[in-house]
């Protein structure tokens, strides 16, 4: 069965300032990989997902994420953070039978 | 584009009373369906997988007396907490595949609260 390991519970960085948020799988093929936020009190808004292709994937509100198949992981990464970032985020990997198995979240603070 | 529609996005039930949750499929047929469940603070957990006209396939711990669900038709399944306890208190969401695009669509989330 697949995993998802984000090693960041929590990240504070300032506002303006770069962001990156780690996300490691296990998956014995090529995996389908998704980036969700969830603002407190809110369900999942999907930012970015890959299948295939081009391995740097492109997500709404100025998120890309990599997908590195040699070091089994999908980094999200924005290059200029605004306070409303503020959120959880939860890296996903979904196999073939569609099931989605989620890391635990890491928490982005925004400090102006 | 293709959406899940869930419904109710928030609840609060008394101890030991029952709470349907439904999740129905705009504008495409939902063969499968999962149901995750979030304690606060925490990741979302895969509690069943449900598929159209057959019984559910739930994950190890998950009690499927407690929690029922159906899926009659290709766009409705359904979650019921049975003799719901706080500690059922929860973030209910259903996610399902498109059939036509390669997406996973969520549902907008129920949250269930036991007093």
């Known amino acids: 069965a697949q995993s998802v390991t984000q090693p960041d519970i929590h990240i504070t960085v300032s506002e303006g300032a770069s962001l990156e948020l780690r996300c490691n799988y296990s998956?014995?093929?090529?995996?389908?990989l998704f980036w969700y936020v969830q603002s407190p009190g809110q369900g999942l808004q999907l930012l970015l997902k890959y299948f295939s292709g081009d391995t740097l994937v492109q997500g709404i509100k100025g998120f890309e994420a990599e997908f590195k198949r040699s070091q089994s992981s999908f980094n999200l990464r924005k290059p200029s953070v605004h306070w409303s970032d503020a959120a959880e985020y939860f890296c996903?990997?979904?196999?073939?039978?569609?099931?989605?198995?989620f890391g635990a979240g890491t928490t982005v603070t925004v400090r102006a | 584009g293709a959406v899940v529609s869930q419904h109710p996005s928030w609840v609060i039930c008394k101890s030991g009373t029952s709470v349907k949750i439904e999740c129905r499929s705009l504008d495409f047929q939902a063969t499968t369906m999962f149901w995750y469940r979030q304690f606060p603070k925490q990741s979302l957990m895969l509690m069943a997988t449900?598929?159209?006209?057959?019984?559910?396939?739930?994950e190890q711990g998950v009690e499927k007396d407690k929690f029922l669900i159906n899926h009659a038709s290709l766009t409705l399944s359904t979650l019921t907490v049975t003799s719901a306890h706080p500690e059922d208190s929860s973030f209910y969401i259903c996610?399902?595949?498109?059939?036509?695009?390669?997406?996973?669509?969520f549902g907008q989330g129920t949250r269930l609260t036991v007093v």
């Open positions: 449900s598929n159209e006209g057959s019984k559910a396939t739930y």
């Open positions: 996610i399902s595949w498109g059939d036509r695009v390669l997406e996973a669509f």
């Open positions: 998956y014995g093929a090529t995996p389908y």
């Open positions: 996903a990997v979904g196999a073939r039978d569609y099931k989605l198995s």
